[in-house]
């Protein structure tokens, strides 16, 4: 092992993690890789892309806003899951550490790193001319360092704090031990989108839009902003959505292997409220959208919700899917 891998220990541990997952499933790494950049295409190829950019580069005080509203949040909860690694971490007890700030700082370059290189790209297969994406970039770059400066400032709770706060029962059940149901086990990702999406954490989104609007500025109107900052914050909650089923579905497979539930029944019981809860916050989103643009709600807004829709329900549903393969639930032959 190279001098300076010993001397990092944690960041030797991030690319000896990378190498393995390589290693030990290459289809798997690269596939992953292919669906990326097959992702990335047909962001690109989506009429509304560059119509989307450009205005963001002429008004690039609503790019502003929008990159430190973004990194705001990131920072923040970035800073408060560093805290809990440094502290129960296996590398913890080495003398060699990696301080918070330094993961933080790493992890919201390679951020923007990412950001940049797509709207090159965009630039390159000329979706942007030049003058916007010069403005885009700048401002995204100047948001990027002033929301990781305000997420680095904004109050952190306490290392290892759980969640289970956001988990609310709303109705006990006297016979939970000798009748049990599945129903409850929908709660789960709605009790981890609401720790990923806390509203503590996207209230800063609408005070630094509202601060960072000037007086009197006309081409960028302040209820343009703010309507692009809520907009922001409904998309995010209905992506933290499904990133939460995500999560939760290899915990709840490991939880629940013992039992002879099927992998189809616990797709559908993780899985059903989330898809609601995503159906009515876009039918809401497209509403209010529409009542201001109607015909471009109708051409772009409704075909985008419904490709973001299947796409949820896909990813949702493999997830759960691998996750049962990992945990063995619903194997052939568990119970007879």
């Known amino acids: 092992m190279p001098r300076w891998m010993a001397a990092h220990p944690h960041l030797s541990s991030r690319l000896l993690a990378w190498r393995n997952a390589y290693r030990y499933r290459p289809v798997r790494t690269l596939l992953a890789a292919i669906l990326v950049f097959v992702a990335l295409a047909v962001i690109a190829m989506l009429p509304p892309t560059g ?9 690039w005080a609503i790019a502003f806003v929008i990159a430190a509203s973004i990194f705001t949040l990131s920072t923040a909860r ?34 923007l790193a990412g950001f940049v290189a797509f ?41 290892g704090a759980p969640g289970f706060h956001s988990a609310i029962v709303r109705r006990t059940r006297a ?6 149901s599945l129903s ?48 922001c ?11 939460a089923a995500v999560r939760v579905a290899f915990g709840a497979a490991r939880w629940l292997a013992p039992t002879t539930l099927g992998r189809w029944r616990f797709t559908v019981a993780l899985g059903w409220r989330v898809e609601l809860t995503q159906i009515l916050a876009l039918a809401v989103l497209l509403l209010l959208t529409g009542s201001i643009y109607p015909r471009g709600t ?21 997830a759960a899917f691998e996750a049962c393969r990992r945990a063995g639930l619903g194997a052939c032959g568990r119970g007879s």
């Not at 016979?175 to 049990?180: E, F, G, I, V």
């Not at 914050?233 to 990133?243: E, G, K, N, Q």
Request: a positive charge; charged letters at 10%.
């Open 51 to 59: 119509p989307i950019l450009g205005w963001l580069g002429r008004n």
């Open 78 to 111: 970035r800073r408060q899951h560093a805290s809990i690694m440094t502290a129960t971490s296996w590398l913890a007890s080495l003398p060699a550490g990696s301080p918070p700030w330094m993961q933080v700082v790493s992890d919201m370059a390679g951020r």
């Open 119 to 159: 709207i090159v790209l965009m630039r390159l297969a000329g979706v942007i001319d030049g003058a916007d994406f010069s403005r885009l970039a700048v401002a995204t770059v100047a948001g990027a360092l002033v929301g990781v400066l305000a997420g680095w400032r904004l109050p952190r709770a306490d290392i």
């Open 175 to 180: 016979r939970w031990a000798s009748r049990p």
């Open 184 to 231: 409850p086990l929908g709660n789960w990702p709605a009790a981890q989108g609401r720790i990923f999406s806390r509203p503590r954490r996207m209230a800063p989104m609408l005070i630094i839009a509202m601060m960072a609007i000037p007086s009197g500025l006309h081409s960028a109107p302040g209820q343009v902003a703010l309507a692009v900052a809520g907009v």
């Open 233 to 243: 914050m409904a998309l995010f909650s209905v992506i933290s959505l499904t990133a």
């Open 298 to 318: 109708v051409a772009v807004g409704v075909p985008l919700v419904a490709l973001y829709l299947c796409a949820s329900l896909v990813v949702v549903t493999a």
